[in-house]
């Protein structure tokens, strides 16, 4: 049972890639509550070369959640085919 007091965090990695490494990125982190509430947090930008860690929490109340939803976009700066853009990694979703 989650608790008051307590957060759920979403932690990640994102690195730009590519010949043009400034490529943009949205990540939001949406918890839903039983009474129809939301709460988010988010974090956009632009990806740097040697990447950059991000946390995102939302605080718990005495709400009872009923959903998590994590959205994650990214796209590339670039203009032809490859494996280039915003790069993400190592996720961990969690409540502490």
Do not use: C
């Not at 947090?41 to 939302?58: N, Q, W």
């Not at 709400?63 to 700066?77: A, H, R, W, Y």
Request: net charge negative; glycine share 10%; hydrophobic share 40%.
């Amino acid at each position: 049972m989650l608790a008051a007091g307590e957060f759920i965090i979403f932690e990640f990695n994102v690195q730009g890639y590519g010949y043009y490494l400034n490529d943009p990125y949205d990540v939001i982190l949406e918890v839903k509550f039983e009474d129809g509430t939301s709460e988010t947090d988010s974090v956009e930008g632009a990806a740097i070369p040697d990447g950059e860690d991000f946390t995102l929490r939302i605080a718990l109340s005495e709400k009872s959640v009923s959903e998590v939803n994590v959205l994650i976009s990214g796209s590339d700066t670039e203009y032809w085919a490859g494996n280039y853009g915003a790069r993400f990694s190592d996720f961990h979703l969690y409540v502490d």
